[in-house]
């Protein structure tokens, strides 16, 4: 099934390598505020779908850009972000994945994120570790925020969370020796795992941004919470990774700025 995702992975990768030169001619849709979906996203969704349902059609899927598709009651959910980091492939920045997470029962079993500017494809099984390009990978053995580099994502979609955000960001940055946005969730979380961020947090992601992500940090050695430092981080969208070493200290200076509504989507 590993084998199958990276083939469907790297069919949506070539479609949007393909389109990059011609961004101005593609059909651009708002879906929210600052939310948007091109026909590369439909297409690349359509290619992924199409590969995995005509290898397993007792298998569901859950996309971005097309919802659930299959047997509701199937064990089996594969879960599908055709294009992470819209907004960077339709200004040419070249930061952006394909990123596909297969569940069973539940629980994240597959995570495949492929970068197609750099070809390099992270991917995790669970039990069996994490790997980029075949080579295993592991967080880093940062032991604390001073010198530490850090990603993160800004709330651009619902700001309503923006004040606690620059809280966190204000307390995380007396420290750390940076702070990176760079546009992508799923290739943030892929790059905690493979050591090149020491951490990483966000609000307001979905499930479908970081749950191939989430398994390639937690084979990869490190540590995922929401914000309280609980395991909601499906349900409610927030997210802090890092090592086990520096996962805590993290959490210690996010956790003053929780908001009521924020508590609340933890609990």
Partial sequence: MLNMAVRAARAA??????AMDRVDLLNITTKSRNDFASDVDRQAELEITGILQKAYPGHAVLGEEHGFKGPESSDFVWVIDPLDGTTNFLHGFPQFAVSIALFHRGKVERGVVYDPVKQELFTAV????????????????QKGLT????????PFKDQSYLDAYLGMLKSLL????????????????????????????????????????VLLIQEAGGLVSDLEG???YFENGSIVCANPKLHGPMLDLIKPHLTKELRQASA
């Avoid at 010198?147 to 800004?154: D, F, N, Q, R, Y």
């Avoid at 969730?185 to 992601?205: K, S, T």
Wanted: net charge positive.
């Fill in 13 to 18: 990768g070539d479609i949007i390598v393909r």
């Fill in 174 to 213: 007396k420290d750390a020796a940076g702070i990176r946005r760079a546009g992508s969730a799923a290739l943030d979380l892929a790059y905690v795992a493979a050591g090149r961020l020491d951490g990483f947090w966000e609000i307001g992601l979905n499930q479908w941004d970081m749950a191939a992500g």
């Fill in 126 to 141: 669970r039990g069996a570790g994490a790997t980029l390009n075949n080579r295993r990978i592991r967080v880093t053995p």
């Fill in 230 to 232: 609980g395991d909601r």
């Fill in 147 to 154: 010198g530490a580099l850090l990603g993160t994502g800004i």
